[in-house]
Nanobody, 121 residues
């Protein structure tokens, strides 16, 4: 399996940016997927998950109302639309395939290489 992120870069506070994650090597349409980020000097932080086969999405409180996760199963692609980003959203963003979940516990079996997002004026 392979996950390849793209779309990162420099964005101004209050602007918008869309991240993409192209998936291959597994059945994307029946897989749960997540975005996870790592800010400079900090640990990994879960951002959002999508269970498209049951039409459920979940967001961290820090991004709820600003970010939107979605999938295009015809293109085997995961997206993260980032609206009104803040400086604290600066991080490397990773997409990951969920291997197992139970309640709020998630584990992952595949990760992308990450894409840098910098929010600055």
């Amino acid at each position: 399996a392979q996950l390849v992120e793209s779309g990162g870069g420099l964005v101004q506070p209050g602007g918008s940016l869309r991240l993409s994650c192209a998936a291959s090597g597994f059945t994307f349409s029946s897989s749960a997927m997540s975005w996870v980020r790592q800010a400079p000097g900090k640990g990994m932080e879960w951002v959002s998950s999508i269970y498209s086969y049951i039409s459920n999405t979940y967001y961290a409180d820090s991004v709820k109302g600003r970010f939107t996760i979605s999938t295009d199963n015809a293109k085997n692609t995961l997206y993260l639309q980032m609206n009104s980003p803040k400086s604290e959203d600066t991080a490397v963003y990773y997409c990951a395939k969920v291997a197992y979940y139970s309640g709020s516990y998630l584990s992952y079996d595949y990760w992308g290489q990450g894409t840098q997002v910098t929010v600055s004026s």
